[in-house]
């Protein structure tokens, strides 16, 4: 039997954290897939078909992940996936209340699926996609916190929206 093991998330923008993750999920499970969950209650920094490419590419070497996007209910997501795990980071005790949440409401909903926590390297502890966007709308350095390509795509986005204080660029 093939082990597909879904990482969900908003990704926005995937972080060497996320990264990290997928690379040591993709050890444990047959198959990963990475689902950006299309929100339609938030306002994110880039459109959910920005976020699948990114992920697509920082992806493409990484044999056995695969990136898709999904809208509604994770476990109805997994269901349709054929997928019996979903993977989520840990980082610090502050996560732990909204995951368990989290993971007690999916096992209500769909008993026979998991929810697999994996600590996130310690190297990345701090790190959320949020922080990300604050410190680089403040000219902060981004560098080695996400992936090379998504650095200028995020300073270019915030540009954009008018979120970029001005400041000599990192
Ligand atoms: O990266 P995030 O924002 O922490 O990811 C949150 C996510 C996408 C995993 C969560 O919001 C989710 O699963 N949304 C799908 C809708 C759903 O199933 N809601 C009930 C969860 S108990």
């Known amino acids: 039997m093939r082990r597909i093991a879904v990482y969900p998330g908003s990704f926005d923008p995937v972080t060497m954290g996320h990264l990290d993750i997928i690379e040591r999920a993709n050890r444990i499970f047959d198959k990963v897939i990475v689902a950006v969950f299309h929100?339609?209650?938030?306002?994110?920094?880039?459109?959910?078909?920005?976020?699948?490419?990114?992920?697509?590419?920082?992806?493409?070497?990484?044999?056995?992940?695969?990136?898709?996007?999904?809208?509604?209910?994770?476990?109805?997501?997994?269901?349709q996936k054929g997928a019996g795990v979903m993977i989520r980071g840990l980082r610090a005790v502050s996560d732990f209340e909204a995951e368990l949440q989290m993971a007690s409401m999916n096992k209500k909903l769909a008993p026979e699926l998991e929810t697999v926590f994996m600590m996130t390297n310690t190297k990345y502890a701090y790190l959320s996609s949020s922080l990300i966007k604050e410190v680089a709308s403040f000219r902060g350095c981004i560098k080695e916190l996400v992936p090379d390509d998504i650095v200028p795509k995020v300073i270019e986005r915030l540009k954009e929206k008018g979120k970029l204080i001005d400041k000599e660029e990192c």
């Open 39 to 79: 929100n339609p209650n938030k306002d994110p920094l880039f459109t959910m078909e920005e976020r699948v490419d990114m992920l697509g590419k920082v992806l493409q070497d990484f044999d056995g992940v695969e990136v898709d996007s999904f809208q509604g209910l994770l476990t109805d997501y997994l269901k």
